[in-house]
């Protein structure tokens, strides 16, 4: 038996319980994991505030852990017991102690990159990753806006940005923040509960605005985002931390012949080999030094909803986890 969180019903944090539950033996090509520590991310609060409603529940949520491997099951090659691996999963189960794991999702720590670590830092830089590798090329000369610059995904991505040569602009919800976000490359910070951030975003670029902004705030920043944009301007829409996005206009675009995405992780990592290059890139980042990744802040497994309080109070500057 192991222990997880099992979500019954969406709702507030509270309806994040712990409860006994039966791992099993692992079936053909899954591992059974013993986890270390447990990411928390952006995405578990909207799976259990009923934003999305992708867990069937009753249902074990979390996307992302690190952990050793306890037992192999069938056609299972290039994985034994006591490897140490990490995972990010759009299948959910990462909020407990143990799991069955299919080993097509389980990416091998390099020596020296502690189980920690590796919860606290792999779906958020695969994620800076896509971004500024894949979604859009941030090369040098590149003006980027970044939104939560000094977030989880926000910092990583700053840091990125900034090794490939680019300029970066970060919002951020207080003075502390700036700080952090200044720390993590960002050039120029600006307080967007405070001041009108598209216009900042001018007055910076000396009226050009940027080539590519990154948000992740959405329903408050969506239109501001647009507006920041330089003539052929990228719009990256990867998140929603402030609510959906309304509908628009799509001919708002051609004001200044911009393009818009809205990536999600888990399809740039369909395939095995962009999977194991993404975190290998993110590894190598974090053993070279061009991602500094905090300890995180450590919550017991049974306490994942005062995590998710942290999370949504805007407080937290920096990861979270959860430790079984
Ligand atoms: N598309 C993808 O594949 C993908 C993958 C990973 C993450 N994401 C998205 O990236 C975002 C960041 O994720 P994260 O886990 O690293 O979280 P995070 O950035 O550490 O936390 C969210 C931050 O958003 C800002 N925010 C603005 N308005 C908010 C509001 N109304 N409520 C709460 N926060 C608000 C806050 O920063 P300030 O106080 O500075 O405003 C807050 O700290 C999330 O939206 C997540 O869904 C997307």
Redesign the pocket.
């Known amino acids: 038996m192991g222990t997880a969180i099992v979500l019954r019903e969406t709702g507030k944090p509270e309806v994040l319980r712990g409860e006994s539950v039966a791992v099993g033996k692992p079936g053909a090509g899954e591992l059974r994991i013993r986890q270390s520590a447990i990411g ?4 578990d609060v ?1 799976v259990r505030s009923g934003l999305y409603q992708t867990l069937a529940l009753p249902g074990i949520p979390g996307i992302e852990a690190a952990g050793v491997v306890e037992e192999v099951g069938p056609e299972v090659s290039g994985f034994a017991p006591g490897d140490r691996i990490a995972y990010v999963t759009g299948r959910y189960g990462a909020y407990a102690s143990e799991r069955l794991l299919p080993s097509e999702l389980a990416v091998r720590l390099p020596p020296g990159m502690d189980e920690r670590t590796a919860a606290t830092a792999l ?2 830089g695969l ?1 800076a990753e ?1 971004l500024a590798r894949e979604v859009h090329q941030v090369r040098p000369g590149t003006s980027v806006l970044v ?8 910092r990583l991505l700053c840091q990125l940005a900034r090794h490939l040569g680019a300029t970066v602009i970060g ?4 003075p502390a ?1 700036a700080e952090l976000a200044r720390g993590a490359g960002c050039e120029h910070t600006i307080l ?2 405070q001041e009108d951030f598209a216009a900042r975003v001018r007055e910076i670029t000396g009226g050009c605005g940027v080539d590519v902004a990154y948000d ?3 329903k ?1 920043t969506f239109l501001g985002s647009l507006e920041s944009l330089a003539v052929r301007g990228h719009l990256v829409s ?6 959906a996005v309304e509908p628009f206009e799509v001919a708002r675009l051609a004001a200044r012949s911009n393009s818009l995405t809205r ?4 399809h740039y990592i369909v395939q095995r080999d962009d999977l194991t290059r993404m975190a290998a890139s993110v590894f190598d980042a974090i053993a070279g030094g061009v991602l500094a990744v905090e300890p995180g802040k450590a919550f017991p497994l049974a306490e994942a909803a005062a995590a998710h309080e942290h ?2 109070a ?1 407080t ?4 979270l986890l959860l430790v079984p």
């Open positions: 928390v991310n952006f995405h909207y779906l958020k994620t896509m939104h939560a610059a000094a977030g989880g995904v926000g919002t951020v919800g207080s923040k967007y509960r992740s705030v959405g408050d990867f998140g929603q931390s402030s609510g990536p999600i992780l888990f999370l949504e805007r937290a500057a920096g990861p």
